[in-house]
């Protein structure tokens, strides 16, 4: 027997399908071709077997079915949870690189606007230089482009509370582990949760380290400890010696704290206070684990 | 083919994707497309109206609309869920465009909807982009023909361009397609070879 998106053909006998094109496209999916014995659908068929009367039919028929189909599959990938977050990371990373962009512009600009002026010995942080050329020159061109990146800037302190909230919904125990917004940004690296999961702690810790791992790879440099996990305060905290070790005790956590959040989606408390201890302990650089 | 002067063309409802338009045809750019890189080459298969075609990796529809201006259907199979938002608005404006969302290494998956094809062109990108095209040559009529894209930086960035090229045309005739034709796509696309060839047996899968 053949398998067709509009029935099974048994023997020259006709079972038609009778339903919606997206209730044939789900037909569609739960069937199992087997290629040995495939023979390709024949649109001659299925106007003999009635299902149409020609071949313009045939194809207008196929096409609603298959067009219901994709379009449910593209829901589907969409309705994943980590889906939503993945955008609102790459958001939020963009955001700052645009940010500190015009930042660095207006702070030009200003120097223009103030000839005596400079940054050196002072400890102001550019948001807060942004912030004060926006009110020396409100209502003039260079005022209004800083009230606007300041502006942007508390979107983007709102968007990031709530990428940290998402991920800890997303990924509870990674994000226990290494809060969310570093949580977020593996995630965002790869494209999604079940590709994350199925990455060996050695990927994991070096995510983001490209450049470095391939110099490495290619030419003699140094392999590199860390990438986006150097982010968590435990490595970057960590005195220079350690931070190898913990990046990788760290990694190899978070590579079983991703399963555990694709396989069983909520936190598991036993893990988490195991998973801590280990990694505090790799941070003390206590030589006996 | 239609051409224009040295312009290569096809007629269809423009403004797919902002092309620009001659005389009311579509204007089918070798830089965008590589399937239209390969006919300014000279060679390739000619697009007839009857043809039947199966086109893997079908992306954002764009040069699945030209190949469905010239043919009878284009089945168009694309994985990624982003691009196949825009290869469904170019389905919902074609009748011969059929889209198929899936894996073009696993052919079971949309066997029940594909015809026997006369072309089957497959550009994915993959390291095992061979072995892919190999697999959905089942759909392929007998004599069918085969246009295959090599991204060799996708199979192999270590190793020459050259050596990935010869290692798979050995799989291909391995496999029972005989090269007819092929051409590296320099200057519109870097190391890209076109392999165009030929199922002159049943189609042997190696796995």
Redesign the interface.
């Known amino acids: 027997m053949q398998?067709?998106?509009f029935g099974d053909i048994d023997g020259g006998r006709c079972i038609l399908f009778e339903g919606s094109p997206a209730d044939a496209a789900a037909r569609?999916?739960s069937?199992?071709?087997?290629?040995d014995t495939?023979n390709?659908?024949?649109?001659r068929q299925a106007v003999a077997c009635g299902v149409c009367r020609d071949?313009?039919e045939y194809?207008?028929h196929?096409?609603k079915?298959?067009?219901a189909?994709?379009?449910e599959?593209?829901r589907e990938?969409?309705a994943q949870k980590d889906m939503e977050l993945l955008q609102m990371t790459r958001t939020l990373d963009e955001m700052d690189t645009v940010i500190n962009l015009l930042s660095e512009r207006v702070a030009d600009w200003y120097m223009v606007r103030h000839p005596s002026f400079s940054r050196k010995y002072r400890k102001t942080p550019a948001h807060l230089m942004v912030k004060n050329a926006g009110q020396r020159d409100r209502g003039g061109a260079l005022g209004t482009v800083a009230q606007e990146i300041a502006r942007l800037g508390e979107a983007r302190t709102a968007l990031a509370q709530e990428v940290s909230r998402r991920a800890s919904d997303v990924m509870p125990n990674t994000s226990a582990l290494i809060g969310g917004l570093v949580a977020a940004r593996l995630l965002s690296h790869v494209g999604g949760l079940r590709q994350l999961a199925r990455l060996p702690a050695s990927a994991i810790q070096v995510l983001g380290a490209r450049t470095a791992l391939f110099a490495h790879l290619q030419a003699h440099a140094p392999a590199p400890k860390h990438g986006i996990i150097f982010q968590h305060r435990r490595v970057h905290n960590a005195p220079r010696s350690l931070r190898g070790r913990v990046a990788r005790v760290l990694a190899g956590k978070v590579a079983i704290a991703v399963r555990l959040d694709l396989y069983r989606g909520r936190a598991v408390p036993e893990f988490l206070a195991s998973a801590q201890a280990r990694i505090d302990r790799a941070g003390t650089g206590n030589t006996e684990l | 083919m239609i051409w224009i002067g040295d312009v290569l063309v096809s007629r269809g409802e423009g403004g797919v994707y902002g092309e620009r338009m001659i005389g009311g045809a579509r204007v089918w750019d070798p830089f965008r497309s590589k399937l239209a890189a390969l006919y300014h080459a000279g060679i390739g298969i000619d697009l007839l109206p009857g043809m039947r075609v199966l086109y893997l990796g079908a992306a954002h529809g764009t040069t699945v609309s030209h190949v469905a201006d010239y043919v009878d259907a284009v089945y168009a199979v694309e994985f990624a869920p982003r691009p196949m938002q825009d290869l469904l608005e170019v389905a919902r404006r074609r009748r011969n465009v059929i889209p198929v969302m899936a894996d073009a290494s696993r052919p079971e998956a949309y066997a029940p909807v594909v015809e026997p094809v006369d072309l089957v062109y497959q550009d994915v990108a993959q390291p095992d982009q061979v072995a892919i095209a190999i697999k959905n040559g089942v759909f392929l009529r007998p004599w069918g023909d085969l246009i295959l894209m090599l991204k060799t930086r996708s199979v192999d960035v270590r190793k020459e361009p050259g050596e990935v090229f010869s290692e798979s045309v050995e799989l291909l005739a391995a496999a029972g397609f005989s090269m007819q034709e092929s051409i590296w796509l320099a200057p519109y696309h870097q190391d890209h070879a076109a392999i165009v060839c030929k199922k002159d047996q049943p189609v042997i899968s190696r796995e």
């Open positions: 398998s067709y998106w569609i999916r069937l199992v071709t087997s290629m495939y390709p659908p024949d649109w071949r313009i194809l207008s196929l096409q079915v298959c067009i189909g994709a379009e599959a593209v990938h969409y």
